[in-house]
């Protein structure tokens, strides 16, 4: 993560009198995977839309791969793939040829479209109508032609939502594979747990504004409780005891504790990102 | 502009005509519907001899002549009821005689009657019609040739050159034809915006003129193909293929332009029927012109179908050349280049 494979600065998009965007900065390095999280109406898409060039900012700049998004965008979006939140695909054609076409439209040098439908665990099903695919399926096709043009940036928005867990777990690992191959990936979910297994970064985005980035672990540490919490045998059944980390005695009462209890099992308590969400802006991301 | 690209984008849009029911059914039957209907008209001319006459004062020769021949004469009130009668093709012709028709014969001079024409009467209906008058003169006056006639066409004169129906019907259903795949391109590209589809393939290089060329090019290819095979199995083509071809050609971009229109203007796939049908009825009402002359009027010069389907008619069923149809063919491609460009803008902002 050398260099920066995309910039923002200033970044704003108004929808008439409602500000989706409002000067938002941050930094994309490249091998990076970037979590965008927010609840819905927090501009998350908007983003996406305005670094993709579907939007045209009205205010601030943004460079992908060193080139600007306004006045190069034919040349960014030959660099970039994007998964669609809303399934996209032409159903009536097969797997396949909907991945051929996109590889002929980006001029792909010997695609092999079988070959990345494996990759995606839709081997066997290549010469299907797509509409008669499963909604977790669709959404593994979604991510396949995303990856056409072996893009070096790729835009996920909410690749994940409302798929069963083989699908989700699926489409996580071929994030992880891309990011092993180089690409930046952006990605915008609601799911914490999936952002603080893959992100390097996460940016919180409430209101059009980013009110957090930093690395999941360094948020947990920022905004998270720094404590133990351990389960003692009491009686027929087990009670909870917590010792602050940061307090000055807290290797005596940890060793006291040891000493005149049954200690059954003792773990760190660590903020999850839902939970320094909600601190951070006073609102749950799935409202 | 990409050549690979748009042979990709073409190749997806026929997949996707050809992969849709509805698209192959409305075609198949429609194309097998017109080319029957056209074989099912009558090859032959209606022979039915009905006169139309306005007379202020009538003969007594020409009482007994409608009575004692069987002569179907209707009798008008005043000229001008006479004129749009014969102009809407109710009668073969019309004659019109002087009042005072009896007072000349009786002076020994020679009335003028005017007979009318529709524009559809054939040279040997003006010859009966001629004979007639003759016979009349003779009856009142023991002279054959006591008169003078003048006669008049109403609506384009085509004396002596009057064609079947099914022939008349040719141009109308040629352009109908043409016409009805303005619904079918404009439905391709909603079902894309609606289904979010168009967006995926705007995220790619694609530059959005290659995307139109592709577009542009099935629409053509669609109305163009199935308007030439009819007219090639209807023998539209006998009498100058080539102004036939370049109209056809012409007004199938039209087609592309109104498409993208409608397209662009509309929501989904239901709007798209709705107010393409209506768009289809007004674009079809010049053709009924060329199947009955005089029907419509000089207003319908405004919808400019009727540049097309004149062109075809003119040329497939009178033999006309470029010179006869070169200011039509002009207003045509001007109208086709301005609708396709004001298309293009009002589909790009869809797309955005």
Redesign the interface.
């Known amino acids: 993560m050398t260099e920066n494979s995309i910039i923002v600065e200033n970044l704003t998009y108004r929808y008439g009198e409602l500000t989706a965007v409002d000067h938002i900065n941050f930094e994309v390095g490249a091998g990076e995977i970037m979590g965008f999280l927010g609840p819905n109406g927090a501009g998350k898409t908007t983003t996406v839309k305005m670094l ?3 939007l045209r900012p009205q205010e601030g700049k943004a460079t992908l791969l060193g080139r600007d998004i306004v006045k190069e965008t ?2 960014v ?2 660099e ?1 793939g ?1 998964c ?1 939140e ?8 097969t797997a396949l ?1 909907n991945l051929t ?2 590889a ?4 792909t040098k010997g695609f092999d479209g079988y070959a990345l439908l494996k990759r995606v665990g839709l081997a066997g099903r290549e010469k299907d109508k797509v509409s008669g695919y499963s909604k977790g399926m669709k959404q593994r096709l979604m991510v396949a ?1 995303s990856l056409v ?1 072996k893009p070096k940036i790729i835009f996920l928005d909410e690749p994940t939502a409302g798929l069963d867990p083989v699908s989700s777990e699926a489409i996580g690992n071929i994030i992880l594979e891309e990011r092993d191959r180089g690409a930046t990936i952006f990605l915008t979910t609601h799911d914490m747990w999936e952002a603080d297994k893959l992100c390097h970064r996460v940016a919180f985005m409430d209101k059009g504004k980013i009110a957090a980035l930093d690395t999941p672990h360094n948020l947990k540490l920022l905004y998270g409780k720094r404590a133990l919490v351990a389960e003692i045998a009491a009686g027929t059944g087990l009670e909870k005891r917590e010792i602050s980390m940061d307090a000055p005695d807290t290797a005596h009462d940890i060793r006291e504790l040891f000493k005149k209890e049954k200690v059954v099992t003792i773990h760190s308590e660590e903020a999850t990102l839902e939970d320094i969400f909600i601190k951070v802006t006073g609102r749950r991301l799935i409202e | 502009m ?1 050549t ?2 748009i ?3 073409l ?2 849009d026929f ?2 005509f050809v ?2 029911r509805f698209y192959m059914l409305i075609t198949i039957v429609g194309l097998v519907f017109y080319i029957g209907i056209y074989f099912i008209l009558p090859a032959q001319m209606e022979e039915e001899f009905r006169l139309g006459m306005y007379a202020p004062v009538v003969p007594p020769a020409f009482n007994q002549l409608t009575e004692n021949e069987g002569v179907d004469i209707e009798f008008f009130a005043d000229e001008e009821s006479l004129k749009q009668a014969v102009l809407d093709g109710d009668y073969v012709a019309g004659i019109a005689l002087p009042p005072d028709i009896m007072q000349i014969w009786a002076e020994g001079g020679k009335p003028g009657i005017t007979v009318y024409y529709p524009s559809t009467a054939t040279a040997e209906i003006s010859e009966v019609i001629v004979a007639l008058v003759k016979e009349l003169s003779y009856a009142q006056t023991g002279q054959a040739f006591k008169f003078e006639t003048t006669e008049e066409i109403l609506g384009p004169d085509m004396l002596g050159s009057q064609i079947a129906l099914r022939d008349r019907m040719r141009p109308l259903l040629a352009v109908f034809i043409l016409l009805v795949e303005i619904m079918t391109l404009a439905s391709l590209i909603a079902v894309e915006i609606e ?3 168009a ?9 959005i003129s290659e995307l139109f060329m592709a577009k542009g090019l099935l629409g053509v290819g669609l109305a163009l193909g199935q308007s030439i095979l009819f007219m090639a199995l209807v023998g539209g083509f006998s009498q100058q293929p080539l102004i036939i071809l370049a109209t056809l050609i012409i007004g199938s971009i039209m087609a592309v332009g109104i498409g993208f229109l409608l397209a662009s203007l509309t929501r989904d796939v239901t709007s798209v029927t709705g107010w393409g049908m209506l768009v289809l009825v007004l674009l079809t009402v010049p053709g009924f012109g060329t199947v009955i002359p005089g029907l419509i009027s000089d207003w319908a010069k405004i919808i400019p179908s009727f540049y097309l389907t004149d062109t075809v008619s003119r040329v497939a069923n009178y033999g006309a050349g470029w010179g006869d149809v070169g200011v039509n063919i002009i207003v045509l491609a001007v109208f086709s280049a301005l609708v396709i460009w004001a298309g293009m803008i009002s589909l790009r902002r869809r797309y955005q």
């Open positions: 993709t060039g579907q034919q040349a979006r030959a970039i994007v669609f809303q399934t996209n695909l032409y159903e009536q054609m040829d076409l996109f002929e439209l980006y001029g032609r043009n | 990409k690979s690209v042979k990709a984008l190749k997806k997949a996707l992969s849709n289904q979010g589809t967006r995926a393939l705007l995220i790619t290089p694609l530059r």
